[in-house]
């Protein structure tokens, strides 16, 4: 059974950055799937970023992220990482991690079958 678990979260100022990090176990980073996803109450889990390592590694990025989010993997601690350049405070959310077996980066929610328990992230002006 794949386990994730985010950190890093916080409250930061405009323009700041913040590194999230989803640790993943039961299952190694670079045979799965790994996405970020984002949601504020009352509103629908929003994708934000997405790798894989099928055919030498690639990514995908929401359009609203594309140049101030990075991804990493650590392969060390088995976990991909979300670097967060330049935050807005529409930035702000619960940014939650999520995984699945399959090797399409997919861009909804039922394209992932794992999740983890969500780390905030507070972005004030």
């Known amino acids: 059974q794949v386990r994730l678990v985010e950190s890093g979260g916080g409250s930061v100022q405009a323009g700041d950055g913040l590194t999230l990090s989803c640790e993943i176990s039961?299952?190694?980073?670079?045979?799965?799937?790994v996405a970020w996803f984002r949601q504020n109450p009352g509103t629908q889990r929003e994708f934000v970023a997405a790798w894989t390592e099928g055919t030498g590694g690639t990514s995908r990025k929401s359009d609203s992220v594309r140049d101030r989010f990075v991804l990493s993997r650590d392969y060390n601690k088995n976990s991909l990482l979300l670097h967060m350049m330049q935050l807005k405070v529409e930035d702000s959310a619960t940014y939650f991690c999520a995984a699945t077996q399959r090797r399409e980066l997919g861009l909804g929610v039922g394209d992932y079958s794992y999740w983890g328990q969500g780390t905030q992230v507070t972005v004030s002006s």
């Open positions: 039961g299952g190694a980073v670079d045979r799965l799937t």
